[in-house]
């Protein structure tokens, strides 16, 4: 017995949303035209992040280059193997992201240079002070204007606080309910049940009833207002809402975390169903990355790219993390040997760095959820967590390239 994903009611509740915030077109266009780096320049110089922007364009042309270290040790690829691209997550914010450049650039000048991973992830609650007082535009700015990252991956973690009359709105366009409380200072936040961690949930995995516009809401008006195209999902609801509400801005495209992952086949295959039910007309989805879970084998990565490749939807990336922050699973977790096996099998993997494997201050869990002031006042030290998860990356780069395999690191690395 089959059932649609996606009830009359729910579809209806997210056109309306669509349409609030000016249709599918003007969404595309707007987020293409405020990825242009003169425009965000234009706008950070006015909001007091002129000096650093300019400091990050002195530092980039400092950076190692790939093409470098090719010539050097007289590298060849072999096309039967598979690509590596290198992801690093962590960059929490302008501060951190700038104090992370410094490394990258003095790394240049030793034995061991660090290279600019291809795609960013960060962990950061999207409050109005970040995504509108040019916090959020400065990182984008940096990572993919300056350095070059493919991608950058903002999180909406839809547990912290918003402004009432913000929920008002949407109540008011979906017709839904939103039940909350009132934090104070006209700010309300989402009732989330399941708080059985220190994190609240991890700061709103739990996406109840039609919380999933909330979700939608959120990573609309962030990709509005800055041009962040790439959002980390909390849930299965939002996956289903984000394949439908994105099938016409291909501008705008969501990944599955590690908090998400698919452990097994079983899993992949629900994912390929739910994407297939909404792809766009160009046979791609709005879900533009899977993390496969941290459970899993190589044998089962490699199973799941080949039915992805199976199922004839295009431009999908599957992940897998090599180290993961000390606090969050397994001591000692080393997932290289793995990698290897997949790469030599012929398949592509993104190879992700939650950590760099050693148990470094701010290499937490707990530095993701660092109130905005105390990331501030931190943004050195996390800036140095994310330069070794970086060098980590180059460190597994270089070594691929000595095998023949070929890895992918952001544009400034070339």
């Known amino acids: 017995m089959y059932y649609k994903l996606l009830s009359n009611d729910d579809t209806k509740a997210m056109d309306a949303l669509l349409e609030f915030h000016g249709g599918a077109k003007k969404i595309n266009k707007t987020i293409a035209e405020m990825r242009v780096y003169e425009t965000r320049k234009k706008i950070l110089q006015e909001k007091g992040f002129g000096a650093m922007l300019e400091d990050a364009e002195k530092l980039v042309k400092k950076f190692a280059k790939v093409p470098d270290f090719e010539k050097k040790n007289n590298i060849v690829y072999n096309d039967s193997l598979g690509i590596g691209t290198a992801q690093v997550s962590g960059w929490q914010g302008a501060k951190v992201t700038h104090s992370a450049m410094k490394r990258i650039a003095a790394s240049a000048e030793t034995n061991e240079p660090c290279f600019v991973a291809s795609e960013f992830i960060s962990v950061v609650a999207l409050t109005d002070n970040y995504v509108y007082n040019g916090d959020l535009m400065a990182t984008l700015a940096m990572s993919e204007n300056i350095m070059g990252a493919s991608k950058f991956c903002s999180t909406n973690l839809i547990g912290f606080p918003n402004q009432e009359k913000r929920f008002l709105e949407l109540e008011k366009v979906t017709g839904k309910t939103f039940p909350r409380s009132d934090v104070g200072n006209g700010m309300s936040a989402l009732n989330i049940i399941n708080q059985g961690t220190f994190f609240g949930n991890f700061g709103g995995i739990e996406v109840a009833n039609d919380n999933h516009l909330y979700y939608l809401d959120g990573i609309t ?76 084998t190589a044998e089962t990565f490699i199973q799941c790219a080949k039915e992805l490749k199976e199922s004839g939807i295009k431009g999908i990336s599957l992940s897998a993390h090599i180290y993961i922050n000390p606090d969050l ?51 050195e030290k996390i800036g140095d967590v994310v330069f070794y998860k970086a060098l980590q990356a180059s460190r597994d780069g270089i070594d691929m390239m000595k095998k023949g395999i070929k890895p992918i690191f952001g544009k400034s690395s070339y």
């Not at 086949?265 to 007309?281: A, P, S, V």
């Not at 997932?335 to 290499?363: C, F, H, P």
């Open 329 to 379: 699973g397994v001591a000692g977790f080393n997932w290289t040997e793995n990698m290897y096996k997949v790469l030599l099998s012929g398949t592509d993997i993104t190879y992700k760095y939650e950590s760099d494997g050693t148990a470094r201050d701010m290499d937490t869990m707990a530095a993701y959820f660092l109130p905005e002031d105390e990331r501030e006042e931190n943004a």
């Open 221 to 296: 008006r962030t990709a509005l207002a800055n041009g962040a195209d790439f959002f980390l999902n909390p849930s299965w609801s939002t996956i289903v809402a984000g394949c439908y509400y994105g099938r016409e801005i291909p501008n705008l495209n969501i990944k599955i975390s590690m908090l998400l992952a698919t452990q097994n086949l079983m899993q992949f295959r629900m994912l390929l169903n739910i994407m297939k039910e909404y792809l766009r007309e160009d046979g791609t989805s709005p879900l533009y990355e899977i993390n496969i879970g941290n459970g899993t």
